[in-house]
């Protein structure tokens, strides 16, 4: 399996921007703290979660090889359950169906990044002392972070948790990783 040091090499030399590099670390810290509920390979999840979006500078403008061609690149790299996850995490694109709790797992982990992250950038203290709650009457303003899909963040329940739950997880996750959030 790849090393994360490997790894961060691997991002930096498929053109990862900044801004996909803190999304890349976010989506680590949230798959590492749900490996660590669900009783998972944290070490698989996290590496899941930093690479998931490997291929976006490559595949931003051909959406329906986002995840597939991330997967190709890891074979031999990631066991098959995070491969498919990987592939899975843009199933509205490139046709995959997720159906595992991994798979729900990275999708609605990866998603909550963004939406965490824009609220935090509205916020004086940044993740410091930001509530599930808050986070959830974002998700109600479509026009807040409105790229943001809140359909995959809700399937958190799929994967097993509660909404309040997942939130309260992600963002104490984030908020203890370095994700190079410089509020």
């Known amino acids: 399996m790849i090393t994360r040091d490997n790894a961060m090499t691997l991002l930096d030399e498929r053109g990862t921007t900044p801004s996909l590099r803190q999304h890349a670390l976010a989506s680590e810290a949230v798959m590492r703290a749900l490996a660590r509920y669900f009783g998972e390979d944290e070490d698989v999840w996290g590496l899941t979660g930093l690479l998931?979006?490997?291929?976006?500078p490559t595949t931003v403008q051909n959406p329906e090889r986002h995840g597939l061609d991330t997967a190709e690149i890891l074979v031999d790299q990631l066991?098959?359950?995070?491969?498919?996850?990987?592939?899975?995490?843009?199933?509205?694109f490139n046709g995959s169906i997720p159906s595992t709790r991994f798979d729900f797992a990275l999708r609605c982990g990866e998603t909550v990044t963004g939406l965490i992250i824009a609220a935090a950038r509205m916020r004086p203290t940044g993740l410091q002392g930001m509530e599930a709650r808050s986070i959830k009457k974002k998700m109600k303003d479509k026009a807040f972070a409105a790229s943001v899909n809140r359909e995959n963040i809700r399937q958190c329940s799929q994967a097993g948790m509660e909404l309040d739950e997942f939130l309260t997880l992600a963002i104490e996750a984030m908020r203890t990783a370095d994700i190079g959030l410089n509020i």
Do not use: S, T
Not at 52 to 56: I, P, V
Not at 83 to 92: Q, T, V
């Open 79 to 92: 066991p098959e359950e995070a491969l498919a996850a990987i592939r899975a995490h843009n199933a509205e």
């Open 52 to 56: 998931h979006d490997l291929d976006y």
